[in-house]
C-alpha cells in the first residue's frame, strides 16, 4: 500500500517562505514523475509544479519565479519551496504522481498565507 504524507505548511506572512515535503512509502518512488497540487477553498484541485524522474521541472504560470520543485530519490521523497508567498498561495497542499493512476492521496498539508 502506497502511502504519501505531506508536512511542512504553517500559517506565514505574505512575502514569507516554506518549504513543503511529501514522503512516499511502499513503492518505488524514484521511476515516477512527481507533483506537487494544491486545493484552495471552494476550488478544484490544480497541478503547480512537476519534475520528472530525471530531475526536469515544470511549473504553472502562477508559480513560476517563486516556487522549486526538487527531489531526493534515496529519501523517496520530493520537495516545494515556496517564496514570496502571496495570499491566493493559500491552499492545501498535495503530491502524487503524474501521468499515470494516481496513489490515495495524503492528508496534504496547509499553507495559509496573511496579508
Known amino acids: 500500500q502506497v502511502q504519501l504524507v505531506e508536512s511542512g505548511g504553517g500559517l506565514v506572512q505574505a512575502g514569507g517562505s516554506l518549504r513543503l515535503s511529501c514522503a512516499a512509502s511502499?513503492?518505488?518512488?524514484?521511476?515516477?514523475?512527481m507533483g506537487w497540487f494544491r486545493q484552495a477553498p471552494g476550488k478544484q484541485r490544480e497541478l503547480v509544479a512537476a519534475?520528472?524522474?530525471?530531475?526536469?521541472?515544470n511549473y504553472a504560470d502562477s508559480v513560476k519565479g517563486r516556487f522549486t520543485i526538487s527531489r531526493d530519490n534515496a529519501k523517496n521523497t520530493v520537495y516545494l519551496q515556496i517564496n514570496s508567498l502571496k495570499f491566493e498561495d493559500t491552499a492545501v497542499y498535495y503530491c502524487?504522481?503524474?501521468?499515470?493512476?494516481?496513489?490515495?492521496w495524503g492528508q496534504g498539508t496547509q499553507v495559509t498565507v496573511s496579508s
Open positions: 502524487n504522481r503524474l501521468y499515470t493512476s494516481p496513489w490515495p
Open positions: 519534475i520528472t524522474s530525471g530531475g526536469s521541472t
Open positions: 511502499g513503492t518505488i518512488f524514484s521511476v515516477n514523475t
